[in-house]
């Protein structure tokens, strides 16, 4: 067992399985989620969308719960059950009151270790997923996000929707879904973590009793080289009112040396109110309602962009001030009051997430699963602190060059 700092504490099974908890002091809730490092990128192309479906499947019944009583089992002390998947990982979750704990470890183990997948539940769920697609697809805000991807990421897993296609979902057998746990939900493969007023030795035993299962084969993660980036510039139609649109580029993995450089670019940029992209595009101009920019990482890529809902009259007005604002910040040192007030801003959201369990378990998981350990707020805090306005300027000055940007369009039907 090894300890991080006083309050987090770590300790990984013979079997390979890894608890982590933190214990936050005056409060009375815990949050504890199982994770699982799989998701839609470790999926076979057949399968796509299996990870996202396995997730809702596991609600619905074990050898001792029916999914009614999985719902009510957690609701009926006043806590909650949920889950989500993602493009690396899976979660499944319950907060609660800490002396409900061993209620929601028991009931989060055994839809890990006891789902039974049963052909009717099955169909029911298939519909379910394929309104859920509907939904995204009637969303124009969702679309743009699942077409960017799949062509800034094309023939590879990461630039398949975490959710599938409609012809991979509707056709899953129940024997899918054992062999996919079988292979992806082994016990290295799976950490348990917990942040509240919790006890590790208590959580430790807990789940050695609960989950823990010595013998399990190694998982085995192929290995998914990228291809080269391809520039595009990619067009739909739809009968809608507004043009949304995307500008943006393959970003930074999560360990990458210029990744805080790029979190206070991205807080400089779009990153509330008060940033560039916001005062300028909307406030200046009114050119639309909604504008910011986002960034994501994986283990070895990222996705960084700017997207903007405007209409559609406005679209070139709004690139060129777009481009404008990177080529601003990619040509001139951002003044230091201006720098000092974007690390502010980026501390400030690390602190306030601190006041929820459920942020805090999610930290702790992903320091785990990306890191192998716990980066506390202090080393993020110095990180952020650490750079200078000519190191952003060094980084800016290659990663907002407008010739690496590719962009995607939606716009309304004629």
């Known amino acids: 067992m090894t300890k991080d700092a006083i309050h987090h504490q770590k300790t990984t099974l013979p079997s390979g399985l890894t608890i982590a908890t933190e214990h936050i002091d005056g409060v009375k809730s815990v949050t504890a ?66 002396t409900q704990l061993e209620r929601a470890l028991d009931v989060l183990t055994d839809m890990v270790n006891h789902s039974v997948f049963e052909e009717d539940a099955m169909e029911k769920e298939k519909k379910v997923v394929l309104e859920e697609m509907k939904m995204y697809k009637d969303s124009p805000d969702d679309y743009i996000f699942e077409i960017f991807g799949s062509s800034l990421f094309q023939n590879h897993p990461i630039g398949r929707p975490i959710i599938g296609f409609q012809e991979t979902v509707s056709a899953f057998q129940r024997e899918d879904l054992f062999d996919y746990m079988e292979q992806r ?160 801003q980026l501390k400030g959201k690390l602190l306030l997430a601190q006041e929820s369990t459920s942020n805090r378990m999610t930290r702790l998981a992903k320091s785990e699963l990306y890191f192998g350990r716990f980066v506390t707020l202090d080393e993020l805090v110095e990180q952020i602190d650490t750079v200078t306005a000519a190191e952003l300027l060094e980084f800016s000055g290659n990663f907002f060059d407008p010739a690496a940007y590719s962009e995607a369009r939606l716009l309304p039907s004629a």
């Open 33 to 98: 989620g199982i994770w699982v490092k799989t998701g839609s990128r470790h999926e076979n192309e057949n399968l796509a969308g299996v990870t996202h479906y396995l997730e809702h499947m596991l609600f619905k019944g074990t050898h001792k719960r029916t999914a009614f009583e999985i719902a009510q089992s957690m609701e009926s002390v006043g806590g909650y059950l949920n889950a989500f998947t993602s493009t690396e990982y899976t979660c499944y979750y319950s907060r609660c009151l800490d």
């Open 185 to 344: 939900y082994r016990r290295d493969n799976l950490l348990v973590a917990v942040a509240g007023n919790v006890d590790h030795e208590q959580v430790v035993d807990l789940v050695s009793e609960l989950l823990d299962r010595n013998g399990q084969l190694e998982t085995i993660t192929e290995e998914q080289p990228l291809s080269d980036e391809v520039h595009f510039e990619l067009e739909e139609s739809r009968q809608i009112e507004q043009t949304h649109m995307i500008l943006g580029r393959r970003s930074l993995h999560y360990d990458h040396a210029d990744k805080y450089a790029l979190l206070l670019a991205n807080t400089l940029l779009g990153g509330g109110m008060s940033s560039r992209l916001h005062q300028n595009i909307r406030e200046k101009y009114g050119y639309c309602y909604s504008i910011g920019t986002f960034n994501q990482s994986f283990t070895d890529s990222g996705m960084f962009g700017v997207y903007i809902g405007t209409d559609k009259e406005y679209v070139d007005h709004v690139r060129t001030l777009i481009f404008d604002e990177f080529e601003t910040i990619r040509t001139n040192l951002v003044d230091e009051k201006e720098l000092s007030e974007a690390k502010q």
